[in-house]
């Protein structure tokens, strides 16, 4: 599970859905404390790991890049909550170029 947000409220949904032997990468710069139970980790064999995302002249680096149009974003595609499954099923299959955000606030299309 990477966690690209690193705020309290992602790590509380993160760290439950893990399997055994799951890794947990942190890697969001939100801020923020969660509270583990350290039986967790050896009782579910998980690993909790953090990530840096770069510099600051690399991200400098890296917007130029994207302004001038030699590097283009993934696509960001919204469905709503109900095609969570659906959306799984895509990613498996490899239906899905880019990312998927489930809206909660949205309507089934």
């Given amino acids: 599970m990477i966690d690209f ?9 993160a760290l439950p859905s893990l399997q055994k032997g799951g890794r947990f990468v942190s890697v969001g710069l939100f801020g923020g404390a969660t509270t583990i139970p350290l039986v967790a ?5 998980i690993s909790l ?5 770069g510099s600051t002249a690399q991200m400098r680096e890296l917007v130029a890049l994207v302004q001038s149009g030699k590097l283009t974003l993934p696509a960001v595609h919204v469905r709503p909550l109900a095609q969570a499954e659906q959306s799984l099923q895509d990613l498996q299959a490899g239906r899905i170029t880019g990312r998927v955000v489930l ?3 949205s309507e089934a299309a």
């Fill in 5 to 13: 947000v690193g705020a309290p409220a992602t790590a509380a949904l």
């Fill in 41 to 45: 980790l050896a009782m579910r064999e």
């Fill in 49 to 53: 790991m953090g990530s840096a995302v």
């Fill in 103 to 105: 809206d909660a606030m």
